[in-house]
C-alpha cells in the first residue's frame, strides 16, 4: 500500500530530553510505548506527567477504589521502568472530571521548565471520530491544557510569575511537539523492534488489560495497520503522530 500523504517515515533526530504528557497511568503506553523505547535507544532521556491517577479505571470489583490511584501509580512506574523511563511524576486530578483551568496549565508549565525538554509528547486535543476511544474527555482536557502550557505558558516569563518567583523555574521554549491520537497524522515511527517492549509495558498495568486475552493481538493488529499507511513493508510494526515545529 502506499504511503499516505504527508505521511512521513524518515528519521527525526534524537533529542537529550523529552516530556510525555498524559491523562491517565497507561495512556503514553497504549498509544507511543514503542516510540518511547525507541528515543530511550538513542540515549534521550524521557520524563512522564501523568495528569491523574486513573482513580475512576480498573475492572476488578473485589479492589477497594481507594486503592486503585496507588495501584495504578504503581503500575504506571514498572511500564515506565521497562521502557527504560525512570522519572514518572504524577500530578494527582481526579480522573473522570479534567477540564483545562489555569491551575493545570500552570502545573505542567511547572514540569516543562523542571524538565526543560526539547521534545514533548502529548494528546491530542481534537476528537478523532475514526478511534473515538482515543478521545476520551480526559484526553482532550490533557492536551488542549499541554499546549497551552507549551505555547504560551511554559515559554513566557510574565505567565505563571509564582513559578520564577517562588521556585526559580525560568522559562522555557519546547521547539518539537509530537502529538498522538489525533485525527491528523503526519509522521510514523517503525516500532517493529519496540514491539515485546511495548507490551510488557502494558502488561505491567495488570488492573486495566489483564482482563484483555486478545492484547498481543490487538496491539500488533493497531501497529501494523499504521505500518501499512505508512507505506512500510507487510511485518513491520508502527506508531503515528502529528509533529508541530515551534520557532
Request: proline share 7%; hydrophobic share 40%; aromatic share 6%.
Amino acid at each position: 500500500m502506499a504511503a499516505e500523504p504527508n505521511l512521513s517515515i524518515e528519521p527525526v533526530p534524537p533529542v537529550e530530553r523529552a516530556l510525555v504528557v498524559t491523562a491517565h497511568p497507561d495512556d503514553v503506553d497504549f498509544g507511543a510505548g514503542g516510540t518511547v523505547a525507541h528515543w530511550v535507544s538513542q540515549g534521550t532521556a524521557v520524563t512522564y506527567c501523568v495528569i491523574t491517577d486513573g482513580d475512576a479505571g480498573g475492572f476488578d470489583p473485589d479492589v477497594p477504589r481507594s486503592q486503585i490511584p496507588e495501584i495504578r501509580r504503581a503500575e504506571q512506574i514498572a511500564a515506565g521502568e521497562s521502557l527504560g523511563v525512570a522519572d514518572v511524576r504524577f500530578l494527582g486530578y481526579r480522573d473522570g472530571s479534567l477540564t483545562v483551568t489555569m491551575g493545570l496549565r500552570r502545573d505542567i508549565s511547572r514540569v516543562i521548565r523542571q524538565v526543560r525538554p526539547e521534545r514533548m509528547l502529548i494528546q491530542s486535543p481534537e476528537r478523532n471520530w475514526q478511534r473515538i476511544q482515543a478521545s476520551h474527555p480526559d484526553h482532550l482536557a490533557a492536551g488542549e491544557a499541554a499546549l497551552c502550557a507549551i505555547y504560551p505558558d511554559a515559554r513566557n516569563p510574565f505567565a505563571h510569575t509564582e513559578l520564577l518567583a517562588d521556585e526559580g523555574l525560568v522559562d522555557w521554549v519546547v521547539p518539537e511537539v509530537w502529538i498522538m491520537a489525533g485525527p491528523q497524522p503526519t509522521h510514523a515511527v517503525d516500532v517493529t523492534d519496540f514491539v515485546d517492549a511495548k507490551l510488557t509495558a502494558l502488561r505491567a498495568h495488570a488492573s486495566q488489560t489483564a482482563h484483555m486475552n486478545d492484547l498481543d493481538e490487538r496491539i500488533r493488529g493497531w501497529l501494523s495497520g499504521a505500518a501499512a499507511q505508512a507505506g512500510l513493508p507487510e511485518g513491520r510494526y508502527a506508531e503515528t503522530f502529528q509533529l508541530i515545529h515551534i520557532s
